[in-house]
């Protein structure tokens, strides 16, 4: 049994999980296989098509974002894969399947209470993705798109608190917003005050469920922790420690830059040490290189949202 001690009392971990897994839809083996083959400099358009088209409700998809006057202009329809692959390239053609699989999570009734809703928190989830792929690319690292999964997911938990509160027919996930709003704290911080399940070990939970890989489950365990020393089972020289960092500036800047809503409005500031950690010299220049992707992703999660 996973119980975890909070501020105030117990949190038995194994029987919300097997709660959530109730109503969890199962994470498709098609993002795994496309975030491996699209880390490979030498991955051909072929490789991409063989995975994409093994799901077709996600390729019919693909195909009617490529169909988009956004991408596809004034050409002719595009009809195949290969057409979509080319129209949209690598980048987004991933994006589009790990948002479609992901936040079918997402899917449920939104609350207008304490300015929360499920939208807010995927547009946020898609901020941080966004975010933490174009830091990646900025300092040169190779592992950019495995930083936009960890991005995309490390708020996963919260969906869970917030299904969790449907299925029981409470509030003490908005609670929590609340209580991070009026106090001027993080929703984690949150959590921790009012002794409520946490986010990030939830989500942990969940990742380990879907067999994302080992990189991705630490960053979402870890991604409120910005203290090397205290992330368990993670080795400082590690990528995954480099990616626990990474997300950490990256969320802190999506929220700074108020893109979504994740239940708080008070994201600490990364530490000197943690910036001098990923060699981030001039946070200005990150800063600004997120604003623009953030006008991109703003685009992309409406034609998201309308196909």
Not at 123 to 129: Q, R
Not at 188 to 201: C, I, K, V, W
Not at 275 to 296: F, N, P, T
Request: net charge negative; charged share 25%.
């Amino acid at each position: 049994m996973r119980v975890m001690e909070s501020n105030t009392g117990m949190v038995d971990y194994e029987a919300l999980i097997q709660q959530i897994q109730r109503n969890l839809p199962t994470l498709p083996i098609i993002v795994n296989e496309l975030t491996n083959i699209l880390e490979n400099p030498d991955t051909s358009t072929q490789q991409v098509e063989e995975v994409m088209v093994t799901d077709q409700s996600i390729c019919t998809r693909i195909l009617r974002i490529a169909n988009t006057t956004f991408y596809r202009g004034n050409r002719e329809k595009v009809t195949d894969a290969n057409e979509a692959i080319g129209a949209l390239g690598f980048d987004k053609i991933k994006d589009v399947i790990l948002t479609t699989s992901v936040f079918k999570v997402f899917a449920g009734k939104e609350s207008a209470e304490q300015r929360f809703s499920l939208e807010g928190l995927w547009k946020h989830s898609m901020g941080v993705a966004a975010a933490s792929r174009a830091i990646a690319k900025y300092l040169g690292r190779s592992w950019h798109e495995t930083a936009y999964t960890c991005g995309l997911v490390h708020d996963i938990g919260k969906v869970a608190r917030f299904k969790l509160d449907e299925d029981n027919n409470d509030n003490l996930f908005l609670l929590d917003s609340q209580t991070a709003l009026d106090q001027k704290i993080n929703f984690f911080q949150a959590e921790l005050s009012n002794g409520s399940p946490r986010h990030d070990y939830l989500g942990y939970l969940i990742c380990r469920h879907w067999g994302l890989s080992g990189a991705v489950e630490g960053v979402v365990r870890w991604h409120h922790e910005p203290n090397p020393d205290k992330r368990q089972k993670v080795r400082l020289d590690s990528d995954t420690s480099d990616l626990i960092d990474l997300v950490i500036v990256a969320n802190w800047i999506v929220n700074d830059l108020e893109f979504g809503f994740s239940g708080h409005e008070a994201a600490d500031t990364p530490s000197d040490a943690l910036l001098a950690r990923l060699r981030i010299d001039h946070l200005g220049k990150v800063i600004e290189d997120v604003r623009s992707e953030l006008e991109l992703t703003e685009d992309f999660c409406g034609i998201l949202e309308n196909a």
